[in-house]
């Protein structure tokens, strides 16, 4: 593993993140949490992009960080794919993605997070030619090297713009490193691609012993939690912020208490809501939803866990006894939580 050290702050903070009560940030630095719904490539900040180019003598389209950092205006979640995708091309060898991992784990424990569960897209990955025993052994060194300090699993998501039969493929080519793996994932773009789309993909990872979790409701309808719940089998919706326009689809959330993993900051920065003033997470909580908070990309999309936790808190006035409810059932959604 290089030396290659996490970030203090995400490198949009100091511009977009209002200025935050220092016993507020304290408080929430010091709850203990987990995180559910966070994408290891999605921490890969612009200072990293570039020292993990050099080292891997990749040629990167952008001059400088700065020039990086200006490209982070999104329209939509496909804008930020399109970036995403291009960054991840500087991961190449296992120390770069021990790195990378290091960094989010470092950065997480300093948050307050005792439990991760991450997402990572190895058919981002495996499609440029990184074999799936380079990230996996990364992934394991740093999970390894900060496991005095929190508890991780990872979470393998099929990238939902591309064909089940490639989802199908990956899940073969994971099957020697499954002690690793928790659960898999959905993600990538939901518009056009309904989580119904991946049924035997689901129904497969289920048989080798997986757990299900997948992103819904995001940009897609309220029909696509419905899917992910009935056809997938989920058991945790990522993001899920479409509910609300449901009512019959909120009461069973309600009722049978399913998690959903809420990124504030993503929301904005991805235009689902136009500023977090405007967010549903007060709505979600009075409903009697089982919400968390969660960082999603923080690289990409202003701040890491803590931060969504007091932009959320700022603006949405929410107390200390329902930041406390939300990090609450953050622990208790964990999936590792869930088998014990």
Aim: proline share 6%.
């Amino acid at each position: 593993m290089s030396s290659i050290q996490s970030p203090d702050s995400s490198p949009l903070e100091a511009d977009y993140r209002p200025a935050m009560d220092d016993d507020l940030g304290a408080f929430v630095a010091t709850l203990p949490k987990a995180e559910l719904h966070v994408h290891i490539e999605g921490t890969l900040e612009p200072e990293m992009m570039f020292e993990l180019a050099k080292r891997n003598r990749i040629e990167f389209p952008y001059p400088n960080v700065d020039a990086v950092r200006k490209a982070y205006q999104f329209t939509n979640l496909q804008s930020f794919l399109d970036i995403y995708y291009q960054a991840a091309a500087v991961l190449r060898t296992a120390d770069d993605f021990a790195d990378l991992m290091s960094a989010y784990l470092t950065t997480a424990t300093r948050d307050g997070v005792r439990r991760a569960e991450i997402f990572f897209d190895p058919q981002t990955h495996t499609g440029r030619g990184v074999p799936f025993a380079e990230f996996m052994m990364g992934f394991a060194s740093a999970q390894e090297a900060h496991a005095d300090r929190i508890s991780t699993d990872l979470i393998m998501c099929f990238l939902r713009h591309l064909p089940e039969d490639a989802a199908l493929d990956t899940l073969d080519e994971a099957e020697p490193y499954l002690d690793q793996i928790i659960a898999v994932g959905l993600d990538s773009s939901e518009v056009g691609h309904p989580p119904e789309k991946f049924a035997r993909a689901y129904k497969k990872a289920r048989s080798m012993g997986l757990r299900a979790v997948a992103h819904a409701g995001e940009e897609g309808t309220p029909d696509f939690i419905w899917s992910a719940l009935d056809v997938l089998g989920a058991e945790r919706i990522d993001h899920g912020v479409r509910c609300l326009e449901d009512p019959n689809l909120v009461q069973r959330l309600a009722v049978e208490q399913i998690p959903l993993t809420v990124c504030p900051l993503s929301n904005v920065r991805l235009k689902v809501v136009e500023r977090m003033e405007d967010h549903p997470l007060p709505r979600m909580l009075k409903a009697g939803l089982n919400v968390s908070i969660n960082s999603d990309d923080p690289a990409y999309f202003g701040g890491y866990i803590a931060d969504n936790y007091r932009n959320a808190a700022e603006a949405l006035g929410l107390s200390r006894g329902e930041l406390t409810r939300i990090a609450d059932n953050s622990l208790a959604a964990s999936l590792k939580s869930a088998t014990q």
